[in-house]
Structure formats: structure tokens, C-alpha cells
């Protein structure tokens, strides 16, 4: 594909995985592999070969009966693997969890923790509370006997709950044809697999097959239909069925006991202070790695509901790295896993829960309601597999590297340092691998335009353009063929349908517009990871940008640029995956590149270093088309995180508290309620014209706005024994905003914190930077906020002393070691 004429030619980095024929499984149950250069022949639709009752009894019937029989590979004999799928799996591994050297020493310890307590508390007699007594050890025996007796009947119910069932051919053949029709009647162009990476996991598996390692898949999480994709693809090239760590959310009645049966394991999704359903996990998680039988987690923990890859969740995953760093379970074979879609089931859910609405609780009638999907043509599922790689010698190689150190790190630290490299290891890996798709595609180029509309000459001009610069940045689309653009464009428009993309009727051009932007955003989301580092030098050139006037007016000073874009980076830590080179190095290989590509226009010194950077006269000729595109990738976050930072305002204790006794002062708020008001004065701000995008109102990006935040040092975050009392937040005392007679004053460090981030923020129509923020925002933040202080606010015994002088040394903490506020 062509990149715009009055570009400079650049050439395409493609990797080979790219090249690499695809494989894909249709709704016939049949797998094709697409060559290189493949045109698939318009009159052979992938849905037409499927057989179904009405039309065609004797083919449903046939495939059925190949189906239950287990003819040829259908069998699921000779998969590569541990043997699974056969009567008495469930109790071998309930046996096995039970007797696991670890819980059964935890039972004791329980136990004996137990006994002494009730000894104390005189529930085992006079002498036993004394500590003297014939009859006191037996009586302490027999206690502790009993005890031990409750606890494995405890593990043993919760172990039954929690294991998956693994006992039947027959079940999982059938599972796996229901499976398998359902996904691509919804997905009718199937699902499609790279075949070189499919091969080099055949033969990965095999190895770790012959030595009893387990493979570990961690893929992105998306869909609820990625529990069953990677499933599908598994059985059907032979691979062991991995166990699928799923919350015990989804074990609703009927569907949760065929999913334990298909190979799911229920956990909950909080453990709490349970000590010994945490040592069960463990107990569970070594039994299935000593073994060698695979396992799926989803390294995001929950479904993304804005496209994006979601920050790393260490629960179970510290589980796996624990089995393996102690020694327990000799290696295990990590493979991060990419699965992508043309357009996800859920997503008009995701937008509800994004602006506020409570998530609904799954059960069976919303899971059969959701059938209807089924009838729909959602495209294609393309699922990648990055290159696996030992765990056990990534834990060698970053103790090596810590003992290097200068400081040495204690066992927490390091043990926490080698999960979160783990962790964004993964992320960046599956970013890496990660495909992308059609709907993306189009998705990115509507929301990146400045018109109301594009035609649709323009629009795969575009489309082109993106893909070209995809590559460039070593990044993968998905594989056409050689199908025209226009072509791929049309399909692309068909799937998002005319809920999301809108025709303009009775023009001579088709022209197209965004008619759901929040829900376009889920697919813009998809490409931004491979142009943050761009998107982030455009933002803060755009600073400098947006003041207007001629050209040596638009030149920013290199050392300014470096700190803005070191502010954003530091501002985005928790909402990006960067590469580890460091700034200096990522900004310079950036602006190479922008420079490159006539972006920009850099100008040096006699010694060669960068003294101002600016647009090129290309971009300012074509209408800043490229470097708009950038700033409008990330300008929804900006927006994000401004609003975030303007909330916090609502903070700011009203005259009433700020002058009362020290009691008073040490109000503290709901942070639930905190962030519902957020999102309510971002509506409001939106709706007045002081906000550009309303994804910037998005639940899950305000929380990584509030967490940057709590790990900065800039507001305390205190969670309460008390069930009753829900998480509480206040802003620090350094942080605080001065009030005067007629409301908050714009100076001090939160309002220079808010107007740094504003400085690359999108100019509205209606809005210009400054004097509206300091007069119909702050007012609106009073306005909003003051139903807060009114009824919700807590004294210092509601949350608890402890807790509140434990969070308040933890910000401390973070204040010292916190980057953003000296930036």
C-alpha cells in the first residue's frame, strides 16, 4: 500500500511473521491456509459450507456423527500434551491439591494457631488456659485434630469448586463443535492464526511435553470470547487444552459447570486475608505446573473496555512466578498471546460501565439474550503467538542483573521488581505480536480527521497512509491478500455498521462521519500503542504550536520540548508501555523519525545538537494532516488526565472546614463518590464546551488519572478496616489549593499541575486556555464538589487512626520519590 505522494518515499518494515501464510478456521470446521498474494474468490463465502439442520439435514447430521465419533483428529487422542479428558481426572487432582506438602503444613499452622487462641480464652478449660494440667496437651490434641478435620473438609469443598473438570472425550468433542459453530456464525470470516507461529508452538509444546513443563498462555483480554477462541485453536492443531483461570463471577448456574467442564478454574476475585484459600491457589497452581498441564490467565486481570492493553494484574500471575522462583516447579514455558477482532461483542456494555453505569451481574439470561450477536457478520478473530520463552531463565537472568546493583534490594523489593518486569515484559510482548484490523483501521482514520466527514477517496488514502506507517513502526496488519484497499475499507464499514459509521446520503461522493465516537474509540485504541512516543513529541510541540502567528513564532527550544515530553511520559507511566532505552534516547530516535518523515523540521547547532524543533513547511502546505494525526491520538488522554487533575479541586475543604479545629481538617471523602463527581463534572464541562472529547469522561481512565496521583505523593488514599467505611481519599496538605472569599485560587502547586498538562491540550471553538479555567471551571468544580463535604465526608475515627497514619506515610514516601511535580 501507497503513503501519501507528497511524502518521502520510506521503506515498509514488515516482520516475516507478517508474510507468513495464514491459517484460518471456518465455520465448516475446515482450516485454510492463505498463501502470501492469496485472493480469496468472491463466490466462496467462508459461512456458505456450513451445514445446518434446515438446510441441509444430511450434512448436519454428517458432521455431527464425524463430530461425536472422534474420526481423525477430531478424537482428541494424541494431542501434545499431559493426558486430560479421561474418567478420574478431577479426583487425581483433587488428591494431589490435598495432599500438597504446603497446605497440608498450612492446615497445621491454622490449627495450632487456633488451639492457643481458644487455650487463652479459656474455651479448653481452667488448666489448659493456665498452661498446666495433665489432661491439657490431649485436650489440645484432640482440639487441634478436630480443627485440622474442619479445615481439609473446607479445602476439600473449595477445591471441588475451584478445579476444572477434565473428565470426558465425549464432552469436550461436543464442546468443542458447539463452540466452534457458534464463534464463527458470529465471527463469519473465522479465525485466523499466523502458520509460522503455529508450527514453532507445535514443536515448543513438544519439547515441553517430553521434559513435563507446562506452557503458560497470557493473552490480552478483550472479550469473553477469548476464553474460548485460544481453546478452540488448540483443540483443533492438537495442542493440550490449557486450564483457564476465570473468575468466579462467570460460574453462574448451567454455563459455569459446562466451563469448569471445558477446562475453566473458578477463583474469587478478591482472596482477601484468607490464608487458607490463598494457600489452596498456590496449592492448585503447583500442582498444575509439577504436572505439566498448560494454563491461560489473562494478564490484564478483567476485559479492556477501552481498547487499549490495561496495566498488568499481579495476583495469580505472582501464583506462576512463585511455583517457579522458589523451586517448587523446576520451569514453565511463558507465550504471550495477541487475539484481536473486527469488532468485539461487548462493546456497547463497555461504553455503559465507561460512563458510569454499574456493571451488571453475569447470568444466564443475559449470556442467552446475548445470542443474538450470533445472527451478526462481526468479521474475523486473528490470534497471535509471540515466540515462547523459559520463565525459569528470565528469573535467572533479573537476579543476575539485580545482584549488579549498586543498592541491594530486600527480598519484598525484589521479589515485587522481578513480577512487574514479568508483567509489562508480557504486555509489550503481546504488543508486539498484536495485528492490526480493518475496523481499527477506519476507526482511527475518522477519529483523527479534522472535518465533520471524509469521502471515500480520502478515506482509503488514509487508510493506506496508516497502514504504510503501521509497518514502519514494525507493527503487523492484518493479512489482505492482495485484496484492494477499497475492498478491505468496504468490509471494514460493513462490520461497524451504521451504528458507528453514518453515510451521508445525496452527496456525489460517499462520505462517511463518526456517529458513535466513544464507541469508535475502543478500535482508535488499538494502534495507539505503536505512535505514543510520536503522539507525545506532537503534543508537547503542540504547546508551542497553538500560539499562531508566523512560523519562527511556532519554534520550540529543544530543552523545552524535552521537559514536556518528559512531564507526559511521567503523566502516562501507568496508562503506556514505553521502550526501556530511557527518554533521551526515545525522544532522539523520535524526532529522527518525525524528521524523517517530514514532520518536522529540526534545527542544530554548529556541533550538531538540536536547538528548535517545529513543522515542516510540508506540514504547514498539507494542512498539518500528519502531525494532527498524532495529537489526536492522544489528545483524549490529555483531556483525561486534565480533567483529573481539575477534580481534584473538588478536594479543597470549604471555608466551613479549612477554618474549624484540626478534627475538621482532617475530613475525608468517599473515593467512589470522589470519582462519580469527577466523571459528573467532566459531563458537564463536555456539554458547556470546556472539554473536547467525551471518552475523556471514561471511568477506567479517570481511576489510572487518580492512581498516578496516589503514587506521586499528591493525594492520601486510606482503606478502612471497617467493611462499612468505604476507601477514603484526601488531598495532601502541600497540594492543596488556597481558598478565598470567592472560591478556590488558581495558584499553587495542583493549579500549575493542571495548567502544565493543559499547555498540550486540544483549543475548543469556545474555549481558550487560562481565563476560562480560572472562572467557569473552578466555579463548576464548587458547584459539583460540594455535595461531597455536605453528607459524605469522614472524621478521622470513621476510617480509622491506624490506617489514615499509615496512608499518610506511604504519600510521604511517594511525595520524595514522585518525578511530576519536580518537572
Known amino acids: 500500500m501507497t503513503a501519501s505522494k507528497d511524502r518521502k518515499a520510506r521503506p515498509s518494515r514488515a516482520t516475516t511473521s507478517e508474510y507468513a501464510p495464514d491459517l484460518s478456521i471456518t465455520a465448516a470446521d475446515d482450516v485454510h491456509l492463505h498463501a502470501v498474494g492469496y485472493n480469496e474468490s468472491p463466490d466462496r463465502g467462508l459461512i456458505n459450507s456450513y ?385 492490526v484490523m480493518p475496523t481499527a483501521l477506519v476507526g482511527t482514520v475518522l477519529l483523527t480527521l479534522r472535518g465533520r466527514g471524509v469521502g471515500k477517496t480520502e478515506l482509503i488514502r488514509r487508510v493506506e497512509w496508516l497502514c504504510d506507517r503501521v509497518r514502519v513502526q514494525s507493527g503487523r496488519v492484518a493479512h489482505f491478500g492482495n485484496l484492494p484497499t477499497s475492498v478491505v475499507v468496504d468490509r471494514a464499514l460493513e462490520v461497524l455498521g451504521p451504528g458507528l459509521v453514518g453515510l451521508v446520503p445525496g452527496l456525489p461522493e460517499d462520505t462517511y462521519y463518526a456517529v458513535d465516537r466513544f464507541q469508535l474509540s475502543f478500535y482508535r485504541n488499538m494502534t495507539i500503542h505503536l505512535f505514543i512516543l510520536q503522539s507525545l513529541v506532537s503534543a508537547a510541540l503542540y504547546s508551542t504550536v497553538k500560539r499562531g502567528g508566523a512560523p519562527e513564532s511556532q519554534r520550540m527550544p529543544y530543552t523545552d520540548l524535552h521537559a514536556q515530553v518528559g512531564f507526559l511520559s511521567q503523566l502516562f507511566r501507568g496508562e503506556f508501555i514505553f521502550p526501556t532505552e530511557g527518554l533521551d534516547f526515545n525522544l532522539a530516535r523520535t524526532i529522527a523519525g518525525l524528521e524523517t518523515d517530514d514532520v518536522i523540521k529540526v534545527t542544530r547547532n554548529a556541533e550538531g545538537v538540536i536547538e528548535f524543533v517545529e513543522l515542516s513547511d510540508t506540514e504547514h502546505e498539507t494542512g498539518r494532516e500528519n502531525f494532527d494525526f498524532y495529537c489526536f491520538l492522544i489528545w483524549p488522554f490529555i483531556e483525561a488526565a486534565w480533567l483529573g487533575s481539575i477534580s481534584l479541586m473538588m478536594l479543597t475543604p470549604p471555608l466551613t472546614h479549612s477554618t474549624s479545629t484540626s478534627t475538621a481538617d482532617e475530613r475525608w471523602l468517599d473515593m467512589k463518590r470522589v470519582q462519580d463527581r469527577s466523571q459528573l463534572l467532566g459531563k458537564t464541562l463536555y456539554h458547556q464546551g470546556d472539554l473536547s472529547y467525551y471518552e475523556a469522561v471514561n471511568k477506567e481512565t479517570l481511576k489510572n488519572s487518580y492512581t498516578r496521583f496516589e503514587e506521586e505523593g499528591m493525594i492520601v488514599v486510606a482503606k478502612s478496616k471497617n467493611p462499612k467505611t468505604p476507601t477514603t481519599i484526601r488531598l495532601v496538605d502541600e497540594w492543596t489549593p488556597v481558598r478565598g472569599a470567592k472560591g478556590i485560587i488558581a495558584d499553587g502547586p495542583l493549579w500549575r499541575f493542571a495548567e502544565r498538562i493543559s499547555a498540550s491540550r486540544r483549543e475548543g471553538k469556545n474555549r481558550r486556555d487560562g481565563a476560562t479555567v480560572q472562572t467557569r471551571v473552578l466555579s463548576l468544580v464548587d458547584v459539583v464538589g460540594e455535595g461531597l463535604w455536605q453528607d459524605a465526608a469522614f472524621d478521622k475515627k470513621s476510617v480509622g487512626v491506624e490506617e489514615i497514619g499509615l496512608a499518610k506515610k506511604k504519600a510521604k514516601g511517594r511525595a520524595k520519590r514522585g518525578t511530576m511535580a519536580r518537572l
Open 51 to 435: 451445514a445446518r439442520f434446515r438446510s441441509s439435514p444430511l450434512d448436519f447430521i454428517r458432521e455431527v456423527s464425524l463430530q461425536f465419533s472422534g474420526t481423525g483428529w477430531r478424537s482428541f487422542d494424541n494431542h501434545v500434551g499431559q493426558p486430560e479428558f479421561y474418567p478420574g481426572f478431577s479426583e487425581d487432582m483433587k488428591t494431589r491439591v490435598l495432599n500438597n506438602p504446603m497446605l497440608v503444613a498450612k492446615v497445621r499452622e491454622l490449627a495450632e494457631r487456633r488451639v492457643e487462641a481458644e487455650a487463652k480464652e479459656g474455651l479448653l478449660g481452667v488448666e489448659a488456659q493456665n498452661g498446666g494440667g495433665v489432661g491439657e496437651k490431649d485436650r489440645k490434641a484432640k482440639r487441634k485434630t478436630q480443627i485440622e478435620e474442619s479445615l481439609l473438609e473446607v479445602s476439600e469443598t473449595w477445591t471441588d469448586g475451584m478445579i476444572c473438570k477434565m473428565e470426558s472425550k465425549n464432552f469436550i468433542r461436543g464442546a468443542y463443535y458447539l463452540a466452534t459453530q457458534l464463534l464463527t456464525r458470529a465471527y463469519h470470516q473465522g479465525v485466523h492464526v499466523s502458520s509460522e507461529e503455529v508450527l514453532r508452538l507445535r514443536t515448543v509444546a513438544a519439547e515441553a511435553a517430553r521434559k513435563k513443563h507446562s506452557i503458560i498462555f497470557l493473552p490480552c483480554h478483550r472479550s469473553h470470547v477469548d476464553y474460548v477462541s485460544l481453546q478452540i485453536i488448540c483443540y483443533r492443531l492438537g495442542l493440550a487444552l490449557p486450564t483457564v483461570v476465570a473468575g468466579d463471577n462467570l460460574n453462574f448456574p448451567v454455563v459455569g459447570s459446562f466451563l469448569q467442564h471445558a477446562g475453566a478454574m473458578w477463583i474469587r476475585r478478591s482472596f482477601g486475608d484468607d490464608q487458607l484459600y490463598t494457600t489452596l491457589v498456590q496449592a492448585y497452581i503447583d500442582t498444575l505446573l509439577q504436572c505439566g498441564y498448560n494454563l491461560e490467565c489473562f494478564v490484564e486481570g478483567g476485559r479492556s473496555r477501552t481498547g487499549k492493553l490495561l496495566p498488568p494484574k499481579f495476583g495469580i500471575l505472582s501464583y506462576m512466578l512463585d511455583s517457579v522462583a522458589s523451586g517448587r516447579v523446576d520451569d514453565a514455558i511463558i507465550c504471550p498471546v495477541s487475539t484481536q477482532y473486527d469488532k468485539v461483542i461487548e462493546v456497547d456494555s463497555y461504553i455503559s460501565e465507561l460512563l458510569g453505569q454499574p456493571k451488571p451481574k453475569e447470568n444466564l439470561m443475559d449470556f442467552l439474550s446475548s445470542s443474538s450477536v450470533l445472527s451478526l457478520k462481526l468479521g474475523r478473530v486473528d490470534v497471535r503467538f509471540h515466540e515462547p520463552w523459559s520463565l525459569r531463565t528470565f528469573i535467572d537472568q533479573q537476579r543476575e542483573r539485580a545482584s549488579k546493583l549498586p543498592q541491594q534490594l530486600d527480598v519484598k523489593e525484589n521479589r515485587i521488581r522481578l513480577l512487574r518486569t514479568l508483567g509489562y515484559k508480557v504486555l509489550s510482548e503481546i504488543n508486539d505480536v498484536s495485528v
